[in-house]
């Protein structure tokens, strides 16, 4: 298939119908509506697919739950406020063990805030989000491309460890285009699902349910969760590094941050300093032991967020105080610049008197 | 080698499909390319701008800090704009809209007066394509029979505006040509 320049939102849109999304649930807001429109006119159209613009987001988030419920592919997307609505119903998701896909193109808060680039919905989407102790993957796109691909492996991790999983972008994502190519095409048909509800036909009933009476219950569900979370832990975590192995000082950035990062490590490059990046795809599970290893090589590293500090904390867990973290970030939805973080890169490289190639 | 560029003008002049359409003869090139429009509450009358990257490599950011080329399709852009240029660069005005002089003396200036081209066709809407097809001649990025191309491939369904776009692209391309 040719390459096509397509919008982030627009690759969701087309990944999901190609990874056998079956039903979408969303409520405007931007900037991911191009995602909701592209739903609308290409996913409606398919044969046994649904698409709904729900009367609001709580709305939409348990029509998800209910066609999950259902043992179909499903996917609902939001912006910051839209997701922080729809957190009880990941919750119940999380604790019904329902796979779900749910993209946030985040946007900046606190309250309404703005339209523009954040990355201020870190702890949000690694924390669980909802109430209750849980966890959901957290995919972090970086390119359009990216967001194509992972879209895919989102609903193939949602149904394989029976979890909602989170793709994380931001607006500057969703709105900007590059070219991308489909590596899959649609599923003719996909497994139904063991636990599914579709009608008992004769065999016991089933029950899909989040309350429990019994405290001893309750532990063992609980118990079942984390088991897996430790599964996906040791088997789906992901991190690109790039021009790691001879640096000194080690950016760690993630999804749009990453790619301004690179721009800034490629001056920093041009101007002999040893510098590499590290950037987490799975922000949940978080790559601790990736981080680590990197730390047997040099101790220095530098956190780049578009918020005041969130992955930083992530960060400087899984180092336990092997290496020294410095930070920066800025919050509010204003984009930094390539040279800014430059500059930035420069002086902690200076300051702390790393070596120069000349 | 990478090259950024911002186009900015009001809102409705077309700006952001003249990234488009350059971003898109990028790629049936096979080059790597990021198209960024600024995104926020605009409507017709306001601004517009949207930033474009070609390379031979993988473009690492798409935001530009210091672009190459800026073209400024109305006042606002020019004045907002042109210190953002690179050293060396150039800045393509609208010179039928735009009267302030540039304050820079280490830029390159290249007029086109887009509008007034325009509406001598006939297509006044037509300016965006006028100033493409200058550009594309002044900075060689894309061949123009490709910027065709990738035109009859966004327009196919609308036979119409596409020999009217094509004919616009044509004259800018030929007016840049037309310099001494």
Redesign the interface.
Known sequence: MP?I?LSGNSAIGEGAIRAGCQCYFGYPI??QNELTEYMATHLSRRKGCSFIQAESELSAINMVYGASVAGVRVMTSSSSPGISLKQEGISYLAACQLPAVIVNMSRGGPGLGS??ATQSDYFQSTRGGGHGDYRTIVLAPSSVQELADLTHRAFDLADRYLIPVIILGD??LG?????VEFHHEVPRRLPVRDQALRGAHGRASRFVKTFTSKPTELEEINWSLFRRYRLIEKKETTCESSLVDDAELVVVAFGIAA??A??A??KARSNGLKVGLLRPVTLWPFPSEQVKKTAARTKHFLVFEMNMGQMVEDVKLALDGAGEVGFYGRPGGV?P????VFRVVSREYYQRGLSIER | MLVKMIFAGFGGQGVLSMGLNLAQAAMLEGKHVTYLPAYGAEMRGGTANCTVAISDEEIASPVASAPEFIVAMNQPSQVGFQHHLQSGGLLFVNSSLVEAKIVRGDIELVEVPASRIAEEMGNPRCANMVMLGAFTKKTNLVCFATLITGLESTLQSKKKLLEVNKEALKTGYDFCGAEP
């Open positions: 390459r320049l931007t900037p339209i523009s607006s500057m709105q900007m285009m590059e070219p790619r301004i690179k721009g490590i490629r984009i610049t390539p040279s800014e």
